[in-house]
C-alpha cells in the first residue's frame, strides 16, 4: 500500500480548531494535502461497491466540488458505491465535528451524521485520521475518501478526487454514464492553464485575502482576486455557456464552488468587497446561475445556510460576535432577474 499518508506535518501546521490561519507575515498558506492515493483496477484501491465513503462539509468549497463530480457522474445512483456524510458546519476545537458542540452550544447547521459502517461512533473527522495514521499531526481536512475495507484514507486532495471520479468507478455505473469526463485528453492544457491562475488568485485568493492579518498582505491578494474576476468576465463576455471547449468541464466546476460563495460570504467575512457577482460582473453572474438554476448536480449540493453559518460562526478572528448576516436575499438571484 502506498506510504503518502505517513507524512508527517510541517512545524507551521495548526491544530483543526485554532484561529490562527496566517503566517507571521499576515499572509495565509493553505497547507499541503498528504494522501494522495487513486481508486483504480490493479491498484491498492480497487473500485468495489460497498467498499468507500466520501466525507465533506457541504460549506467547505473543496469538498462541494467531489459532491457535484460525484453527482454528475450518477455515483448516487448505485446504492453503496460512494455514499456521503457531510458533518455539521461549525469548525469547532476539536475540528469538523458529525454531532453538535457542547461548547459552544447552539451552534452550527447539522450534516448528515455519520453513517460509516463500524464507525458511527466516531464524533471528528480527526478520528478518521488518526485511524488511517496514528502520527498524523497536521489539521484534519474534507473531503475524504475513506476506505472501509483497508481502514484508512484514500485521499484528501479535491482536485485529484475529482479526476479519479472520472473514470474510478466506470465499470460499476449505468453505462450512459461511463466515459464521461471533465477532463477531456484534448482540453486539458487549456484547462490546466486556466486553474492555475484561477486557483492561486480566486480559489485561494478569497481565502489569502479574507485570513490576511496585515493591511499589505490583505491588499497583496485583494487587488489579483479581482483582476482575475475581471479576466473571467472577459472569457465569458462572448456568451459562452462554460469556460473552456463549448462544454462542461473541471474548469467551470473548480470556480463555480468558489463563485457560488462570493456574494453571500466572501464579499462581507473575507472583504472581498470591491465589487459584486450580481452588481458588477454581470457574463460571470449569467454563467453562475445557469450551472445553479440548469443543473441539479449544483443545485442540489449547494446548502447556502450551511454555507453561511459555518463561515460567519467558525472564524471567530474575523467575526468574534459570531453574528449570521440575513443577506443577501435571495442567496443567488433567479435566471430571469
Same mark, same amino acid.
Given at each position: ?35 494522495? *492515493?487513486?481508486?483504480? =483496477? @490493479?491498484?491498492? /484501491?480497487? #473500485? $468495489?461497491?460497498? %467498499?468507500y ?21 450518477g ?55 488518526l485511524t ?41 455505473? *449505468?453505462?450512459?454514464? =461511463? @466515459?464521461?469526463? /471533465?477532463? #477531456? $485528453?484534448?482540453? %486539458? ?24 492579518t ?36 473541471e474548469?467551470?466546476i ?11 460570504v ?42 453561511k ?29
Amino acid at each position: 500500500m502506498s506510504t503518502s499518508g505517513k507524512a508527517q506535518a510541517t512545524s507551521d501546521s495548526y491544530k483543526d480548531g485554532s484561529t490562527k490561519w496566517s503566517s507571521n507575515d499576515g499572509q495565509f498558506r493553505r497547507q499541503a494535502s498528504v494522501f494522495r *492515493d487513486d481508486i483504480k =483496477k @490493479g491498484g491498492d /484501491f480497487e #473500485p $468495489e461497491v460497498g %467498499r468507500y465513503h466520501l466525507i465533506v462539509a457541504y460549506a467547505c468549497p473543496w469538498a462541494h466540488r467531489t459532491l457535484i463530480v460525484r453527482k454528475l457522474k450518477g455515483l448516487d445512483k448505485v446504492p453503496g458505491l460512494l455514499p456521503f456524510h457531510a458533518v455539521d458546519s461549525l469548525l469547532g476545537s476539536e475540528g469538523w465535528s458529525f454531532v453538535p458542540y457542547d461548547e459552544p452550544a447552539g451552534l452550527g447547521i447539522p450534516g448528515t451524521g455519520n453513517k460509516v459502517p463500524g464507525h458511527e461512533e466516531k464524533k471528528r473527522i480527526r478520528e478518521f485520521y488518526l485511524t488511517a495514521d496514528p502520527n498524523y499531526s497536521a489539521r484534519c481536512t474534507v473531503p475524504i475518501i475513506w476506505d472501509n475495507k483497508l481502514q484508512t484514507i484514500v485521499s484528501n486532495e479535491s482536485s485529484e478526487i475529482i479526476r479519479n471520479l472520472n473514470e474510478a468507478f466506470d465499470e460499476l455505473i *449505468d453505462p450512459s454514464f =461511463k @466515459g464521461v469526463t /471533465f477532463y #477531456p $485528453e484534448e482540453l %486539458r492544457g487549456e484547462i490546466d492553464e486556466l486553474n492555475t491562475w484561477v486557483y492561486d488568485t480566486i480559489n485561494n485568493g478569497v481565502y489569502k485575502s479574507g485570513f490576511a492579518t496585515t493591511q499589505a498582505a490583505y491588499e497583496s491578494n485583494v487587488k489579483p482576486l479581482f483582476d482575475s474576476l475581471d479576466k473571467i468576465e472577459k472569457i465569458l463576455s462572448d456568451g459562452r455557456d462554460y469556460l473552456i471547449g463549448g462544454r462542461l468541464t473541471e474548469a467551470d466546476i473548480r470556480l463555480y464552488t468558489t463563485l457560488v460563495r462570493f456574494d453571500p460570504v466572501y464579499v462581507g467575512h473575507f472583504k472581498c468587497n470591491l465589487g459584486t457577482i450580481r452588481a458588477d460582473y454581470p457574463h460571470i453572474h449569467r454563467w453562475l446561475r445557469n450551472l445553479y438554476w440548469k443543473n441539479d448536480a449544483f443545485k442540489d449540493t449547494t446548502v447556502f445556510d450551511s454555507i453561511k453559518a459555518h463561515y460567519y460562526e467558525s472564524h471567530t478572528q474575523i467575526n468574534p460576535t459570531r453574528i449570521v448576516p440575513k443577506g443577501p436575499s435571495p442567496d443567488i438571484l433567479p435566471l430571469d432577474a
